[in-house]
Structure formats: C-alpha cells, structure tokens
C-alpha cells in the first residue's frame, strides 16, 4: 500500500484538531507558572535628610547609597554654591561636608569654598545652629579631626575609614543632637 500525501495530511490535521479540543486535566492545561525575582530589598524610610557635599563623584555616590540603604533620604551637592542651595531649601537633619573644593567659578574663581566656611556661613541661620555636621578629607586625620571639632563639627570621617563608620557617626550624631530617637548607637572609636 502506498502512502496517500493527501489522506496523510488530513489525518494529520484530523490529529491536531482532536489535540485542540481534546479534554486535558488541570495540570496539562496551565503553563508552567512563571516565577519573578524576589522584590529589592528595601528599608523602609526613617524620615531623616541627610545632605552629602563632595566634589568627588565617586565617594559621593559612594555615600549616597550606603545611607539610602540604611533608610535615609539623600540629597547631594558637588559644590559649595550647590551645598548652601539645597541645604537652605531642604533643610537636612545632618551634613555630611567635604573639606576640598574647587574655586568658585560662578565668582570668577575669587572665592575659595572648602568644608568649613560652608559650615560656619550655614551656623548664621537658626535652622542650622545646631544641625549636625560630619566633615570629611583624604587628608591628615589628627589635624582636621582637631579643626573639624574645633570649628564646631560634630565628627570627621576621614575617607579612607570603612563606610560603615561613618555610617555609624551619622547615627550617633543625629542621636546626640535628640533627632533620632531610639537606641544609643554605639561606637567603638573616640571623636
């Protein structure tokens, strides 16, 4: 017996047709369920604003998501024009304020901005005579630890330390100044 192309195809569609309507239990109707990656994990907010000033874009961002991940909300400036800018409009609970910075272009360059002549032009508003700030540098940690104090920081960080430390003098800063309430932080080196 020869095979018939044309019976062939009919059965053929026959078949696929009877598979189409055919009854099929529960399991062998439902396609195979698709799985979703588990949700980020999130921190839920703590209502703190902390304001990082740094003209290095790395450390910056660095910071940024080292406290965003801690549940702070984060606002940023890379300059001191920016940094009093956002600090006056947003009014953060603590600063974290690098000591370097370039000269001011929008002056012409005549005016030298570093940490601590943004500290001491912010001190001049009431909303910020006791707002905590946290001032960082690369450089000698005995000598800006002893300015940073000095001109009326709350702590120095310097950047070289392990981030979790300076999360750690965010959260006893914020609780020294009664912002955070809740626990003591504990810390295991000296201001």
């Known amino acids: 017996m020869k095979p018939n192309p044309q019976t062939d195809a009919k059965s053929d569609t026959l078949r696929w047709l009877r598979g189409l309507f055919a009854p099929t239990t529960e399991a062998q109707a439902l396609p195979p369920p698709i799985t979703a990656p588990p949700p980020p994990r ?102 800006f630890t002893r300015l940073a104090v000095g001109s009326g920081a709350t702590a120095f960080f310097h950047k070289q330390m392990n981030p979790n430390q300076l999360l750690t003098l965010v959260k006893s800063s914020l609780a020294r100044s009664g912002i955070v309430r809740g626990p003591a932080v504990e810390s295991n080196f000296q201001i």
């Not at 606002?75 to 956002?86: F, Y």
């Open 42 to 143: 999130t921190v839920p907010p703590n209502g703190q604003t902390i304001l990082v000033v740094d003209d290095d874009a790395i450390f910056l961002k660095a910071m940024a998501l080292k406290l965003e991940s801690d549940g702070f909300d984060v606002l940023t400036a890379c300059d001191a024009s920016e940094a009093i800018q956002v600090a006056r409009q947003k009014r953060p609970h603590l600063l974290v304020l690098d000591v370097n910075f370039p000269p001011d272009m929008g002056s012409g360059g005549s005016v030298t901005w570093d940490g601590f002549r943004i500290m001491s032009w912010l001190r001049r508003f009431d909303d910020f005579k006791i707002t905590p700030i946290i001032i960082t540098s690369i450089g000698d940690p005995v000598k």
